[in-house]
């Protein structure tokens, strides 16, 4: 199994422009989540997804889209990007078939100018 | 979900054992104490989690109090690739998908 899996791993956009970062998971889990990590802090919670079609806001979602279209797939939308979301994405994915225990993606080092 | 307190930062001597508190002074009777650490600026790892009984698995020991408002994990034998930010998150298992973490205890694992 590759896990989670997130593309790109680093990206630099220019204030306004628009990206989904990636990411998908071959584990079956039901649930998926996105979530930034600004420096020197704790990771924030923008969207979380309980299945397919089924997606909800967390913490941070401002700025951001998500949709659910498979189990495998949790595309993350920046509409319009500003400096204020210069950060590192994780995406991570869980199942109650493992006690819901998250396992986490190497991140998207994003940079927006 | 209830928040958690742990200390910024904590060192523990190569081969010791590392002792990491966490309260939780506000824990509900559904939620459970989970721990996940993060090494550099990989992305956080699972370690262990429990709801009042204490646990054990091939990584580390979960210790929490009678009256669930602290837990501390223990690293039986520290090395120094445990050196990481170690965060404990209180959560009901239904949200266990959108964990609150804080700013967690960087563990710096000594020679």
């Known amino acids: 199994n590759a896990g989670v899996t997130q593309t790109p791993k680093f990206q630099v956009l220019k204030t306004g422009q628009s990206m989904t970062l990636q990411c998908a998971q071959d584990?079956?889990?039901?649930?998926m989540s996105w979530y930034r990590q600004d420096p020197g802090m704790g990771l924030r919670l923008i969207h979380y997804?309980?299945?397919?079609?089924?997606?909800d806001q967390g913490e941070v979602p401002n700025g951001y889209n998500v949709s659910r279209s498979t189990t495998e797939d949790f595309p993350l939308r920046l509409l319009s990007a500003a400096p204020s979301q210069t950060s590192v994405y994780f995406c991570?994915?869980?199942?109650?078939?493992?006690?819901?225990?998250?396992?986490f993606g190497p991140g998207t080092r994003l940079t927006v100018t | 979900d209830a928040k958690t307190t742990q200390p910024p930062s904590m060192d523990c001597a190569e081969g010791r054992a590392a002792n990491l508190p966490c309260n939780h002074s506000?824990?509900?009777?559904?939620?459970?104490v989970y721990w996940y650490r993060q090494i550099h600026s990989q992305g956080p790892q699972y370690i262990i989690h429990?709801?009042?009984n204490n646990e054990t698995n091939e990584m580390a020991s979960l210790i929490i109090t009678e009256d669930r408002k602290s837990s501390t994990l223990i690293l039986p034998h520290a090395t120094l690739r445990d050196t990481a930010v170690y965060y404990c998150?209180?959560?009901?298992?239904?949200?266990?998908?959108?964990?609150?973490f804080g700013t967690g205890t960087r563990l710096t694992v000594i020679p």
């Open positions: 991570a994915s869980s199942s109650f078939r493992v006690g819901y225990e998250q396992y």
């Open positions: 584990m079956n889990h039901e649930y």
């Open positions: 997804s309980v299945g397919a079609g089924i997606t």
């Open positions: 506000t824990i509900s009777g559904n939620e459970y």
């Open positions: 429990g709801l009042k």
């Open positions: 998150i209180v959560s009901s298992q239904t949200g266990a998908n959108n964990l609150f």
